[in-house]
């Protein structure tokens, strides 16, 4: 069964809801005339309602399947299949152009910062919303570290940097932006846990280590982990960074 990525794109558009409204209040993204997403995967971020009243809000990922997918998920964004190392567009012509789980999938992502930097016009600013550090991970009980550690490798192994989030301050002053502020999303677990949370979770567990781990192993695991969530024992925690900076 292909992997449902719009649904994963929505479930992380509810872990970085309240950052996000932190971010764009901050930039006052409600007078900003042009904004672009870079890596807007399926539109999930796009159609968050503080954008919504933005009739020029630019969106580009270089996968085709999913700029088709957010031309109908985020019916007024203005949206491109491209490559975010080398972006369609003029120098100055944004007023906000920023990213979400982004830059840790792109083989050079200082580039990627100075695409958007060229793009974005004098005194507008650039923000990468969440790119996690898997090297800071936490897996509670110890039984399940080897997850993800296997995870983490895994990702390496797609071409991904996991611990891309704890470069994102060097990176913003590396490309010469102004005005940095970084931090670290928190985190918050409620009980009961969202049974299809676990669900959508195991099912990237498995995105990520096919062909690593036998499936009988897996389901093995899955197994226990869900009795975990269920009885409270369970703790994940991936310290994800965020950073904004200004041209």
Same mark, same amino acid.
């Given at each position: 069964m292909p992997f449902d990525w719009h649904s994963r794109y929505q479930q992380q558009a509810l872990w970085t809801a309240q950052l996000r409204h932190y971010l764009f209040s901050n930039v006052q993204v409600n007078k900003s005339k042009r904004i672009l997403e870079v890596g807007c995967g399926?539109?999930?971020?796009?159609?968050?309602?503080?954008?919504?009243?933005?009739?020029?809000?630019?969106?580009? @990922?270089?996968? !085709?399947?999913?700029?088709?997918?957010?031309?109908?998920?985020?019916?007024?964004?203005?949206?491109?299949?491209?490559?975010?190392?080398?972006?369609?567009?003029?120098?100055?012509?944004? @007023?906000?152009?920023?990213?979400?789980?982004?830059?840790?999938?792109?083989?050079?992502?200082?580039?990627?910062?100075?695409?958007?930097?060229?793009?974005?016009?004098?005194?507008?600013?650039?923000?990468?919303?969440? !790119?996690?550090?898997?090297?800071?991970?936490? @897996?509670?009980? !110890?039984?399940?570290?080897?997850?993800?550690?296997?995870?983490?490798?895994?990702? !390496?192994?797609?071409?991904?940097?996991?611990?891309?989030?704890?470069?994102l301050s060097s990176l913003f002053a590396l490309v010469g932006l102004g005005n940095i502020e970084t931090g670290v999303m928190g985190g918050q677990w409620t009980h009961p846990i969202d049974p299809d949370s676990i669900i959508n979770e195991w099912a990237v567990f498995k995105q990520d280590l096919y062909g690593v781990l036998p499936a009988s192993i897996l389901q093995q695991f899955e197994e226990m982990d869900v009795r975990s969530w269920k009885n409270r024992e369970r703790t994940i925690f991936i310290p994800t960074f965020y950073a904004m900076g200004q041209v």
């Open positions: 399926t539109g999930a971020i796009l159609s968050d309602p503080e954008l919504c009243d933005n009739p020029s809000r630019f969106g580009l @990922d270089i996968n !085709e399947q999913s700029v088709y997918k957010a031309v109908h998920i985020s019916h007024s964004s203005l949206l491109c299949v491209g490559d975010g190392l080398n972006l369609p567009y003029t120098n100055s012509c944004f @007023d906000l152009a920023f990213c979400h789980f982004y830059l840790l999938w792109v083989k050079d992502a200082g580039l990627a910062l100075r695409e958007m930097k060229r793009v974005t016009r004098k005194g507008g600013h650039i923000i990468a919303m969440a !790119e996690p550090d898997y090297g800071g991970r936490i @897996d509670f009980p !110890e039984t399940y570290r080897w997850i993800g550690q296997l995870q983490k490798k895994a990702l !390496e192994n797609q071409g991904a940097n996991p611990e891309i989030g704890r470069h």
